[in-house]
Structures are given as C-alpha cells and as structure tokens.
C-alpha cells in the first residue's frame, strides 16, 4: 500500500516534468529554424554586409497622394519623384554620388494622414522592378514627429 501511494505522488510530478521537457524541445526546435533562417538571409545581404538607405516621402492625402517625395535628412519633403519613369531616381542615385554598397535598399516613408491603399505590394513591387532596388514601406509616419526627433 505505501509503494503505490508513493506512485501516485509522483505521477503528477512525472506529468509536469514530461510537459516541460516537451515544450523545451519545442523552444529548442524553433531557435534552430529561425538560426538556420537568418543564416540564408544575412548571406543574400552580400559579402561586406553594407547598405546605402535612400529615404523617399509617400504621400496618402489631397495634392500629395499617390506621389513620390525625395526625402532630407532633417526630415523635410524634398522634390517631387516620378514613379512611372526609373530616370528620376537614377538620378538621384548619381547625385549621391557613387557608392561603395552593392547594396541599396529605398526607405519608403508612407504618410499617416489618409490612406496608404495608393502603396500597397503590388505597387511597391513594381517599383522595385523599376528602379531595380529594394523598397521597404514604413507605414503610417508622423513627420512632424520626424523632423522634432533629436
């Protein structure tokens, strides 16, 4: 009689350290997926690893919607870029001069007020076919909060 109630005890200690060594394999199992994941992805960033940002302004509400705005450094709204043609950001990729990346990945600041439906993927694809770079959205930015920012 006491060797099964000492059984019993333990049963419910036996359940609770079977349901933690189960989900630390499982904790374990998902770590190597995302190592083995972020390996291929930091390969495809190229040998040296840098990247040259360019910043450009998506405009959602009245005369700026659906357009393309170089966009400064401090945060102000630049000139106006033409998203039908890649000769406007060619240009301006000569204008910063030379680069020493491979690697350059457009910054596409989508504004806060109104929509962002205008930049959707299968624009933001296009765009990237075009201008041959990465785009990469951020959306819904304040830049009044931007150009505050020390």
Known sequence: MRTSSVIVRFLS????????????????????????????????????????FTYLYAGTQGEERGRCYLLSPDGKIGRELRTDTADDFKGVLRAHGPSSSPNRVVMLVVSDRG????????????????????????????LTKLRSAP
């Open 13 to 52: 200690l036996l359940d609770v350290v079977i349901i933690l060594l189960g989900m630390f394999l499982l904790l374990l199992a998902q770590a190597q997926i995302r190592s083995k994941g972020g390996k291929t992805a930091g390969q495809s960033t190229g040998v040296g690893g840098a990247v040259d």
């Open 115 to 142: 929509f962002d439906s205008m930049w959707g993927a299968d624009r933001l694809g296009a765009l990237e076919k075009l201008w041959g770079v990465k785009v990469v959205p951020i959306y819904n930015v304040d």
